[in-house]
């Protein structure tokens, strides 16, 4: 694939090299040129100084036969502003846009622009770790599902992964154990701490907590005081 990245950061320049390594042909955008620096040596794509929603800076990079372009400057107007071009004049099949404004990336998507909004998504990991929640995190997807991860208890040791899901609501679709990644095929056996990530709706969150037979770490411990 070709991918052009606007923003070479520390999120830019991963990417970077991450899809260079993997065999794509990656030209990352910068408007300045020391930014280039954090590729390191194993970076074999290109890189081009200048602003990111140019269109001739992006012609340059090669947009005009674009498969996909990520955009993750440290800034969210210049970063719509480039989405847009690529998606509006250049008919770029995928867009991917970091906005840090939650409200803003809301509104962009109801407009059809693809966003991940980095701050929401640190402050609701960081929100549950704080919380102790059953949920480690939960990552929208759409607006009815998230990715959420949690452990498996006492509950569920030795039953299946078709006794884990709950029909529309949730279905798991990894399973952690011991440092190995395990397809959860209805009939995987599940065991106590095995880690599940999973696809759920919202609504059904606690629904799936109680299916679970898990509580809230703090509220638990409150309760238990009381």
Known sequence: MHIIIVG?????????????????????????????????????????????????????????????????????????????????????PKVITRIYDPERSVIYRRFGLETICTTKISADIIKNMLLQEVFIYHIPVGKEHALIEFEIGIKFDGKKVEDLNIGSDFAATAILRKGQVILPTPEVIIKTDDLILGLAKVTALKKLRDHLGLKKGLLAKTEAKA
Not at 43 to 54: A, R
């Open 8 to 92: 070479c950061g520390r999120v830019g320049s991963q990417m970077a090299q991450m899809l260079s390594q993997e065999g794509h042909n990656v030209v990352i955008v910068d408007k300045n040129p020391k930014s280039f620096n954090r590729l390191g040596s194993a970076f074999n794509g290109i890189t081009i100084t200048g602003i990111g929603f140019d269109p001739d800076i992006l012609k340059r990079a090669g947009i005009e036969r674009a498969d996909a372009m990520a955009v993750v400057t440290n800034g969210d107007n210049s970063n719509i502003m480039a989405s847009q071009v690529a998606k509006r004049i250049f008919k770029v």
